[in-house]
């Protein structure tokens, strides 16, 4: 593999997912996603008086701070532990899957550069796509922030750049995580279909049932406290200033800790998805 031919296969790949309906349609969903749930239907509940009973027992003040663009870093990275997750998977699954029942996967490998060549611009694209994700929510949230802080005159104070950076470092990890992981079942399994559906099935009740059962049966844990959900879970965790009852949200590891882990995590699942590709036939 040379650096030239990585970015040659960069290109290719970026081009292809911006021509990609799915492509836009994935992303699209996950701000629309994260404004509804983040800020939609906060204001509503903050708006209408309903707070308590909306917004995790936030009284109406607390509720009103977590609207505005100092809370942005805390706020933004809460969906993505599962939802904005799942919809990553999804992205990275479809990304590598969609190459074998399409046929493009053979005519790369037989008429362009080499097998690490091309998927590792595969891999560089999906991250790129991830930090432009994470860029992008931040600033459409601190956008939308500053607007409900102006109609209800308060304050308009930026988050600290220490809280920024935070926030776009633990969006980048939890999202990057689970887009390779997804990348990777997508080469398992060998098809988008299939990598979809196993991928949300591990994501969305998997996990839960198995932190369900280290509840009941405690040596278990040692492994529960380690899987991808729990890793991501604790550092959208460790953003969290008040409130509780996000939907994967956790605080079993440390920030430290889940960081360790999501970069093993990220390294693994590049590993295997380069090797795979590398050494297994493709009829």
């Known amino acids: 593999m040379t650096v030239r031919?990585?970015?040659a296969s960069t290109r290719a790949e970026a081009l292809r997912l911006r021509k990609w309906p799915a492509f836009w349609i994935v992303l699209g969903t996950w701000i629309l996603l994260n404004l509804t749930f983040s800020y939609l239907f906060n204001y509503l509940a903050y708006t209408s008086g309903e707070?308590?009973?909306?917004?995790?027992?936030?009284p109406?003040?607390?509720?009103?701070?977590?609207?505005?663009?100092?809370?942005?870093?805390?706020?933004?990275?809460?969906?993505?532990a599962m939802f904005g997750g799942a919809l990553?998977?999804?992205?990275?699954?479809?990304?590598?899957?969609?190459?074998?029942?399409?046929?493009?996967?053979?005519?790369?490998?037989?008429?362009?550069?080499?097998r690490i060549s091309a998927v590792g611009g595969v891999v560089v694209s999906l991250v790129a796509?991830?930090?432009?994700?994470?860029?992008?929510?931040?600033?459409?949230?601190?956008?939308?922030?500053?607007?409900?802080?102006?109609t209800q005159?308060?304050?308009?104070?930026?988050?600290?750049?220490?809280?920024?950076?935070?926030?776009?470092?633990t969006g980048t990890a939890i999202l990057g995580m689970w887009t390779l992981a997804g990348a990777l079942i997508g080469v398992l399994a060998r098809g988008p279909a299939l990598a979809v559906g196993l991928g949300l099935v591990w994501v969305l009740v998997v996990e839960n049932l198995?932190?369900?059962?280290?509840?009941?049966?405690?040596?278990?844990?040692?492994?529960?406290?380690?899987?991808?959900?729990?890793a991501a879970g604790s550092l959208a965790g460790a953003m969290r200033t008040v409130g509780a009852g996000t939907p994967g949200v956790l605080d079993i590891l440390t920030r430290t800790e889940a960081l360790i882990v999501l970069g093993g995590y990220i390294v693994a699942f590049v590993a295997g998805t380069?090797?795979?590709?590398?050494?297994?036939?493709?009829v």
């Open 153 to 169: 005159s308060q304050s308009l104070a930026l988050p600290s750049s220490r809280q920024s950076a935070l926030g776009i470092l």
């Open 88 to 114: 990553m998977l999804v992205l990275g699954a479809l990304t590598t899957g969609s190459g074998f029942g399409w046929g493009t996967w053979k005519t790369v490998f037989t008429q362009g550069p080499s």
């Open 210 to 230: 198995l932190r369900g059962v280290a509840a009941i049966f405690a040596p278990i844990a040692v492994i529960t406290d380690h899987l991808p959900g729990t």
């Open 274 to 282: 380069l090797w795979l590709m590398r050494s297994r036939d493709l």
């Open 51 to 58: 707070s308590t009973r909306m917004s995790n027992g936030l």
């Open 5 to 7: 031919d990585l970015l």
């Open 60 to 80: 109406k003040d607390a509720l009103l701070q977590q609207m505005l663009p100092a809370a942005v870093p805390a706020v933004f990275t809460q969906g993505m």
């Open 129 to 150: 796509v991830v930090i432009g994700l994470v860029l992008t929510a931040f600033v459409v949230d601190v956008g939308v922030a500053a607007l409900i802080g102006a």
